[in-house]
Nanobody, 118 residues
Framework: QGQLVESGGGLVQPGGSLRLSCAASGFTFTTYAMNWYRQAPGMERELVAGITTTSSSPNYADAVKGRFTISRDNAKSTVYLQMNNLKPEDTALYYC???????????WGQGTQVTVSS
C-alpha cells in the first residue's frame, strides 16, 4: 500500500519561506505524477502545483506562480515545494498527492500545516 508523508510545515512571517517535503513509499514513484494541494478552513481543496514523472512542464496555480517551485528527486522518491514570499492567504493545510500516469490510482498524504502570520 502506498504512503505519502509530508513534512516542513510551520509558522512563518509574511515574506518568509518554507520548504515542504513529501516522502513516498510502497509504490513505484517514477510512474506517478506528483501534486501539492492545499485546503484553508471553510474552503475547498485546491491544486497548488504539479509535476510529471520526468519533471517536465511543472504547473502552478495562478496565486502561487513566481513564488512557489515544485521539484522531485526520483532517486529519493521525494517531491518538494519551495515556497517563497509567503502571504497570509497561503495559510492552509498542504497535502501531497500521487497520481498514476495511466491507471486510476492515487494516494494522499496526511497534510502539513502552513501558517503565515505576523
Amino acid at each position: 500500500q502506498g504512503q505519502l508523508v509530508e513534512s516542513g510545515g510551520g509558522l512563518v512571517q509574511p515574506g518568509g519561506s518554507l520548504r515542504l517535503s513529501c516522502a513516498a513509499s510502497g509504490f513505484t514513484f517514477t510512474t506517478y505524477a506528483m501534486n501539492w494541494y492545499r485546503q484553508a478552513p471553510g474552503m475547498e481543496r485546491e491544486l497548488v502545483a504539479g509535476i510529471t514523472t520526468t519533471s517536465s512542464s511543472p504547473n502552478y496555480a495562478d496565486a502561487v506562480k513566481g513564488r512557489f517551485t515544485i521539484s522531485r528527486d526520483n532517486a529519493k522518491s521525494t517531491v518538494y515545494l519551495q515556497m517563497n514570499n509567503l502571504k497570509p492567504e497561503d495559510t492552509a493545510l498542504y497535502y501531497c498527492n500521487a497520481r498514476h500516469m495511466l491507471l486510476p490510482r492515487h494516494y494522499w498524504g496526511q497534510g502539513t500545516q502552513v501558517t503565515v502570520s505576523s
